[in-house]
């Protein structure tokens, strides 16, 4: 759990502080990420495990870690989906169902 991603050879980034840019060379498409998802990009860059991405953006943020688990899984995936990233959800990701959650306590 928490491994690290896969980024493509074929896409380039440009982060700041206000966002970031994403662009996929061999498809031409530009993405633009808020900053946010800016600061998320720039701890991929660098190598960082997803569970360490989730902790730091909790706290960067003062956001519940469940709230950014939540919302870490669903920006990944779109990265994902478009192909800007290769990641195995099931293996590198904290398990987040509410369901699973929600049984602990009874």
Do not use: C
């Not at 991929?44 to 360490?52: E, H, M, P, V, Y």
């Amino acid at each position: 759990m928490g491994s690290k991603v896969s980024i493509p050879p074929n896409i380039r980034s440009a982060v700041s502080d206000d966002g970031g840019t994403l662009l996929d060379l061999e498809k031409g498409v530009l993405y633009s990420l808020n900053s946010t998802g800016a600061r998320i990009w720039d701890h991929l860059q660098k190598g960082l495990a997803t569970a360490s991405i989730l902790e730091v953006i909790a706290r960067e943020f003062s956001v519940p870690i469940k709230q950014v688990a939540t919302d870490l899984h669903i920006f990944l995936r779109k990265l994902e989906a478009r192909e800007l990233l290769s990641l195995d959800l099931q293996e590198r990701f904290p398990k987040t169902d509410p369901e699973s959650d929600a049984s602990k306590d009874q």
